[in-house]
């Protein structure tokens, strides 16, 4: 079946000055690899790779792979403007260590140019290929036709990310159309976790900070223990529905990680924004209210968790 699990999108840490701070991302691969996730993603939205450099790209890759050291896939986000440029990215990756790229799909509305787009990716390098399906943030609607046809038809595009609401309606529709081993993995900050997974989805990708948490709902799932998946998941239904806020979850992600000392500083690049005081009391309190803490340094085990 391939890839399967909880690859967390992970944010990238920067100094105070704005700086990759490399320090703390090496700690960051650390605690997922302590949490016992199954691989990571990076240089996605969350890791504000939109507002980097190509030369901080390659920088985050190559530091995430040399800090795994084989131990768990990387996978690696790639957009741009067009097919060249994020043939170019992927390219990149792929020699950097990458084991596969999410791509984001072209701003058009044009499903012979999407297909296009993605075959020339896929075509150009030998990982495979995931599918970016996020039309809040990219502006593209991908159907459910084109995506099965392109699961189909492409060799290499082996899975997507899927967060078009309604997520769990349009999960059936492609998995009724895309041949079985076509891997899809939820997103949209873990709010449809279990319901996904009952639909058959592969795993998930999102940037939800207590990433330990969704390790848990995963692992029970598959040892056929669903009673105990879903009690995790309502526990911490509250904090995943908070934390995954349009437009500021990355603030709330980068508080956690921080106070966590997992991070060394909160820093947003431009125009993102960091959250207030009275923000920082409210998310705490849930947090608490969970039976979490800010105050723990490392995994806080799954054995604390009540069904």
Wanted: proline share 5%; with cysteine.
């Amino acid at each position: 079946m391939g890839f399967q699990g909880v690859l967390p999108i992970l944010p990238t840490p920067f100094t105070s000055s704005g700086a990759v701070d490399e320090s703390s991302l090496r700690r960051l691969i650390d605690f997922e690899l302590d949490v016992g996730v199954h691989g990571v993603s990076i240089l996605g939205f969350m890791g504000e790779a939109h507002k980097m450099a190509e030369s901080e790209r390659k920088l985050v890759v190559q530091c995430v792979v040399d800090q795994l050291g084989g131990a768990l896939p990387t996978w690696v986000g790639v957009r741009a403007y067009g097919s060249a440029g994020a043939i170019e990215q992927a390219r990149e990756a792929q020699e950097l260590g990458a084991a596969a790229v999410f791509v984001a799909p072209i701003d058009i509305q044009n499903d012979q140019a999407l297909y296009d787009h993605y075959a020339a990716v896929a075509n150009a390098v030998d990982i495979p290929v995931i599918i970016h399906d996020f039309p809040e943030s990219f502006g593209t609607i991908l159907s459910p036709d084109l995506i099965a046809r392109m699961a189909n038809e492409i060799d290499g595009v082996d899975y997507i990310k899927l967060e078009e609401l309604p997520v769990l309606d349009k999960l059936t529709r492609i998995r009724s159309k895309a041949h079985e081993a076509f891997g899809i993995f939820g997103g949209l900050g873990g709010e449809y976790f279990l319901e996904e997974l009952h639909r058959g989805a592969n795993g998930i990708m999102t940037g939800f900070a207590f990433p330990e948490v969704l390790v848990a709902i995963y692992n029970a799932f598959r040892e056929g223990d669903e009673a105990r998946a879903a009690g995790i998941f309502d526990r911490y239904i509250p904090l995943i529905r908070y934390e995954f806020q349009p437009r500021i979850g990355l603030a709330y992600r980068k508080f956690v990680y921080h106070k966590r000392g997992i991070i060394a500083d909160r820093f947003i690049r431009p125009p993102g924004r960091l959250i207030d005081a009275y923000t920082e009391r409210e998310l705490t309190g849930i947090i608490k209210r969970v039976g979490l803490s800010l105050d723990a340094r490392g995994v806080q085990a799954a054995e604390s968790w009540s069904r």
